[in-house]
């Protein structure tokens, strides 16, 4: 039979960086490609101890049925640290517990796109993200990212070029692939103009705990007084990436539809590790733990950075990130990125072309994104060296 | 701010059975609402044990992002069960793990629909089923439902008046809400007229491992010789509900689809529970952990099927179910279904009122669903007896 699929799906093709991360199965390749968290980021002792008493104790709720919303005392948990952490009113907001922050990015989408309207997105931007809007068959317009974040006149001119716009997707902290940081004059002006279009903020923020130089930016969640702010947020990056839980702050008005939408997807997230992760926020060291990941995180980096700044061609830039797990080097207009990934693979070392997170896949980028989470220290400077090597047949 | 929700989400309400089971936190509350397995079923004890052990020996993986398509021997487990138990083609087909059977149902119509298609169901049926094709915005034909199955000719004469149909939505074994199983001269029948319109079948089988009674009829899936059928089946009736652990079977082409579908909905399901359900399938005695569910029901269904037919007013009729969770019950047509339902909570026993389940809302049901499964020995006894005592009022 052929199938007759829906216009979202008819076209779109798995996400390259899964694609990727299938072929790392090769446990000699240095994994510079994926998105995982250090394996070692992982309270692996404590969660088998809590997980222990979970089964002694709580058994029969925990793997019952339990609420779309979540798991009250892990809903709590989580609003009170996003009150402390990112000055998120919890009053004004309500928080929903979903399956990883990619959830929280679908939701939004299902409560809001038809086909045909118009999602905003960094130029270059998450391609999670970026496939989700697809799948719902919207409209992507791509602007472009400077140092400071997106750059706030072409934001406007895409405004002013899109009335049907109904959504922004950013990632203003520590970017997914950049690692730029949007800066506060940036994102109070994003702000304004989102709310004279009547455009909803999307704030996807699953690195912001991860901070290992300067200072917090407050979230644009912290200066929603409009209500157009849907922020997400997991446990990923900061417990296990694998247990897939997550978290939407929002509105009362909007979580509402993303709960109901949630109820068709998958009833709710896996409670046993809900209870988990709120086991841990409440009666293990979370600040304690999430140092030990920065300081792990800023050692990877620094370490990515000064091999880098040894052995790079001076024409090759590359950002230096605060906080998060990825670095963006871009190399001279005009390169064959993707030979150049395709020979630095043959060597054994996996980055991703910058093309995988273009909103128009038809521009070409001479960028590549690397990270410094999953590698060990001494495969972070053997593949930055092989890099190095590799790029030279591509500078002419 | 007002917003701008989907065209699918806008006039959407949260499910009736998810708002009745909120209000089940009152312990006093006799429970035939739910669909929840009972407590008793989940194997604790070996799942605590298996959990310790992942924990010990395989926790970088388990904690770890996986693959969208699921962990690679649980896929192969679940494939030769289905082979052996339901006679599906494990060469023709190809298996996805997915966030609880209901994600299997999100993902199927997320791969196929776009808004206004049509979709045909039983009428009654499964409320989650429902909400997720009309969350998609898509238009919900029913379609009678018999003793024996959907009703043959009413589902030609809706494939003749729907010819932009896409999809055949049914629960043939062991039906929610009804209890009913499709006998096999009508799946023969039904699969036959679906081939013939183009229309493909989504075979829900939640509660196929849980026959009581009766010989097994072949499933949908096991005739499916044009690849016109998507499986659904789930752990949550067998091992526990709240982990959220299902699959999908259906042509390559097909489930392609669904995978990157689901990648943009939580990137893979938990990946931990599904090595636990791998190692739970592989160590411990399946068959007969789940012939001890198939006892438990047997017995609670006798139970409750005995008290009805000694306490229940003639003219209230029932049905007689060879397994699954669920009776159906049919008052006299014209029955203040509404009233009685809340008679019946104002004593605390929680039932679902059939309009809960109707394809179309705005027609009259005279019928609503207990479940024996949730509730106690003795709250089925005293819960059928009050329901009995109810009654009266509402049948004059």
Same sequence: chains 1, 2.
Avoid at 125 to 136: H, K, P
Avoid at 164 to 179: E, V, W
């Amino acid at each position: 039979m052929e199938y007759r699929f829906s216009n979202g799906l008819r076209d779109l093709k798995p996400s390259a960086i899964r694609e990727i991360f299938k072929s790392l199965s090769d446990p000699q390749i240095i994994a510079f490609a994926a998105g995982n968290p250090a394996a070692e980021s992982f309270p692996v002792k404590d969660l088998s101890r809590l997980s222990a008493r979970l089964f002694e104790t709580q058994a029969a709720t925990a793997l019952q049925y339990g609420t779309t919303e979540g798991y009250m005392p892990l809903r709590k948990a989580v609003e009170s640290r996003l009150q402390e952490r990112f000055g998120i009113d919890s009053e004004a907001n309500e928080l929903l517990i979903v399956s990883g922050g990619q959830q929280g990015i679908d939701l939004t989408a299902k409560a809001l796109l038809n086909p045909g309207d118009t999602v905003i997105a960094e130029s270059p931007s998450f391609i999670g993200g970026l496939n989700t809007f697809r799948s719902y068959a919207a409209k992507l317009v791509g602007v472009e990212l400077t140092e400071k974040g997106i750059c706030v006149e072409k934001l406007e001119a895409a405004l002013k070029a899109n009335p049907q716009a109904k959504l922004l997707y950013t990632i203003p902290t520590f970017h997914n692939p950049s690692g730029i940081t949007t800066d506060l004059p940036t994102r109070k002006a994003v702000y304004e103009l989102c709310k004279r279009y009547g455009v909803m903020i999307l704030e996807d923020n699953p690195y912001g705990e991860l901070r290992f130089a300067g200072e917090d930016v407050p979230t644009y969640k912290s200066m929603d007084t409009e209500g157009i702010v849907v922020y997400c947020g997991s446990f990923s990056k900061v417990l296990s990436a694998g247990m897939r839980v997550g978290f939407v702050s929002a509105p009362k008005g909007f979580v509402s539809k993303m709960t109901v939408a949630k109820q068709g997807q998958d009833v709710h997230t896996n409670l046993f590790f809900q209870m988990l992760c709120h086991a841990f926020m409440t009666q293990c060291d979370m600040d304690a733990h999430i140092d030990g990941i920065r300081a792990l995180y800023r050692r990877k980096c620094a370490l990515m950075l000064e091999t880098m700044d040894r052995c790079f061609d001076s024409r090759v830039q590359y950002t230096r990130p605060d906080g998060g797990l990825f670095l963006w080097c871009t190399m001279p207009e005009g390169t064959d990125i993707d030979g150049f990934v395709k020979a630095a693979l043959a060597k054994k070392v996996a980055v991703v072309p910058g093309v995988a997170f273009a909103p128009d896949p038809t521009v070409p980028s001479p960028c590549f994104r690397v990270t410094y989470a999953t590698p060990t220290e001494e495969q972070i400077v053997r593949g930055t060296e092989i890099l190095a090597d590799t790029m030279k047949d591509f500078l002419k």
